[in-house]
């Protein structure tokens, strides 16, 4: 009988400590599942505000866009010419103020350097804004031969405006 008590306390010992070992395994399987599922959550988070920020980004850059406008105000059969220089004006038919030395110009899809294009508003401002007649003498080294043409002016912000013209003989 001796023997069978100190067998079955022997088994309650085991059990005892299977249980503790399960717990303690449960444990740590918890504790890494934990620390885990905050990593992901960190992680997605982070995702989450940087493409909320560059939404807002673009969001702002396409109101601006919608906002602004520009009009080629020449006659496309009499562009102004003098001595290798061209004048083109464009005037800010949109809601928003532009800076006249963030103007890119392009002359049959050849963009102007800066250097070669200089700007000036008829009012002598410094702000091209909504209303304002912005004047641009683009210098070209070689004259445009007779024929078809074509001139994109285009705002700091992507908002351009293009015109056909003819050059005669």
Do not use: C
């Amino acid at each position: 009988m001796a023997m069978i008590h100190m067998l079955s306390k022997e088994k309650n010992d085991i059990i005892k400590n299977t249980n503790a070992e399960t717990a303690i395994t449960h444990m740590i399987f918890f504790i890494a599942a934990m620390i885990i599922a905050i990593s992901v959550v960190a992680f997605v988070s982070a995702d989450v505000q940087s493409m909320v920020a560059s939404s807002g980004v673009s969001s702002k850059v396409l109101s601006e866009q919608m906002r602004t406008d520009i009009t080629i105000i020449n006659d496309p059969e009499l562009i102004p010419y003098n001595d290798g220089i061209y004048s083109f004006y464009a005037k800010n038919t949109g809601k928003t103020e532009l800076s006249p030395e963030f103007i890119t110009v392009l002359v049959d899809g050849i963009m102007m350097e800066p250097q070669y294009v200089d700007t000036t508003l008829m009012d002598g401002d410094v702000t091209w804004r909504p209303g304002d007649v912005l004047v641009l003498n683009v210098t070209k080294e070689d004259a445009l031969m007779p024929g078809d043409h074509r001139v994109l002016i285009a705002a700091e912000n992507g908002k351009s405006a293009s015109m056909s013209f003819k050059i005669r003989q």
